[in-house]
């Protein structure tokens, strides 16, 4: 008898200390045991409190776990508390990450407010001074999270290196008998960085279960050389994401292709998709595809999955595409409800198909599939519930009737015992 053959998921979890985020009773693990965090980062005027705070809330409710904020100003430092504020009136409890650069000393220091709204700082060793100033000020940064008890990512990014630092390297390097190549370099500097910053705050005084390293870059192959050795040389927590990803297809794409090696390769504790928005688009955008590549991964569950075929030549008819989009939108439209009302029907796939040649059978391997009639094919759709027929819909309304399934199931399936008894009793027989 022939050897069964290996078949697995992703690699198990590079190990990391735990990081708590925390906002009043809402505390977000990153790390550790923890599941892979979604963040995501405004790009409203941070001075402009109300709108800011919109924006936050409508980040949070698409799923971002963390929501970063720009601090770059004495106006929109003195906004921060007045941004938490807002949220917490709203109910809006995602802790909240100021991003500094440059003069977040100077801010931390003169608004103590700012300091103790916000849930975490983040500080690139890179521009957080020069010379004789560059150690005083972090230091300054860090013994203010260790006041308020705030964790910090340290976050090296390659278009705001540590010039010195390179400059240094690149001289060691020419000494060399067999001098490295200028990426392997760059890649040491990016890492050296970030280290070393982090065992600097841990000297200050600031914990290894309040740190995050993040070594940014905008290169696939780039990010993917530099976090397997990041890695390997630190356990500290992870944050995972391209420092621009692009525009679209372009950088969905270059981030699920870089993410994904990392992740299934066990590395990686918080994502953040750094896209460049369509103009006049939401930002929610970046959650979505941050979600989307976890769970398809089989990382985590956000939302329930749609199947839809790609259609082909025997489905000219757009009434598929039209309902798997429509089904797609209604589905995540209804999460922030059914993530606190139904706790487990991110779990849930629902199946979408235009033919008969593989619409039963991918039907029946969802929770809910639909085998819509393709061309030249009877005029009806069966409806298959946990891989049993259910029902054959016909007419104007399929959709709509389809979609009232889709509703019943998941009060039926995820519901309380009460809720689900009630369903039951109303539902139509098979």
């Known amino acids: 008898m022939s050897q069964q053959p290996v078949f697995g998921g992703p690699l198990a979890r590079r190990k990391s200390h735990g ?10 693990m990153v790390g550790g045991d923890a599941p892979v965090r979604v963040q995501s980062m405004t790009n409203t005027d941070t001075s402009d409190a109300i709108g800011t705070a919109i924006q936050v809330k409508e980040l949070a409710q698409a799923g971002s776990e963390v929501v970063r904020i720009t601090v770059d100003t004495p106006e929109a ?20 990450v100021g991003d500094f650069h440059y003069n977040g000393h100077q801010l931390l220091r003169d608004h103590p407010g700012c300091a103790e709204s916000l849930s975490k700082y983040r500080i690139n060793p890179g521009n957080v001074g020069k010379g004789a100033k560059r150690d005083t000020q972090f230091a300054e940064m860090i013994e203010t999270a260790i006041k308020y008890d705030k964790p910090v990512r340290i976050g090296v990014n390659w278009g705001s290196l540590d010039q010195d630092l390179l400059a240094r390297m690149m001289d060691e390097n020419a000494q060399r008998a067999e001098p490295w190549g200028a990426a392997s370099v760059m890649y040491e500097a990016l890492i050296q960085s970030a280290i070393s910053s982090a065992q600097r705050a841990e000297e200050i005084g600031l914990g290894r279960d309040h740190i995050i390293l993040s070594c940014k870059v905008s290169g ?37 292709a870089a993410l994904s090696v990392l992740l299934q390769e066990g590395i990686g504790d918080t994502i953040r998709i750094s896209l460049t928005p369509e103009p006049g688009a939401s930002r929610t955008g970046e959650v979505i595809v941050g979600q989307e590549i976890l769970q398809t991964m089989g990382l985590r569950a956000f939302t329930p999955m749609v199947i839809a075929c790609p259609g082909c030549g025997r489905t000219t008819s757009t009434v598929f595409q039209e309902l798997a989009s429509d089904i797609q939108s209604y589905l995540r439209n209804q999460m922030p409800v059914w993530r606190t009302q139904y706790p487990r029907v991110a779990d849930m796939n629902v199946a979408v198909m235009g033919c008969i040649v593989n619409g039963p059978g991918e039907s029946k391997h969802a929770n809910i599939g639909i085998s819509l009639p393709g061309t030249g094919e009877n005029p009806a759709a069966p409806v298959f519930v946990d891989g049993v027929k259910f029902a054959t819909l016909r007419g104007e309304h399929i959709v709509r009737d389809f979609q009232k399934i889709v509703d019943d199931y998941v009060v039926r399936t995820y519901g309380t015992p009460a809720e689900q008894a009630v369903a039951n009793q109303t539902a139509p027989a098979a």
């Open 19 to 28: 990081v708590a985020i925390k906002w009043g009773d809402n505390v977000v």
């Open 77 to 96: 430092a003195a906004a921060v508390p007045a941004i938490r504020a807002q949220l917490d009136r709203m109910g809006v409890s995602v802790p909240l």
């Open 220 to 256: 696939v192959q780039d990010l993917i050389a530099v976090y397997r050795e990041l890695g390997r040389r630190c356990d500290y927590a992870l944050h995972l994401g391209l420092t621009e990803a692009g525009m679209g297809s372009k950088g969905i794409v270059a981030s699920t």
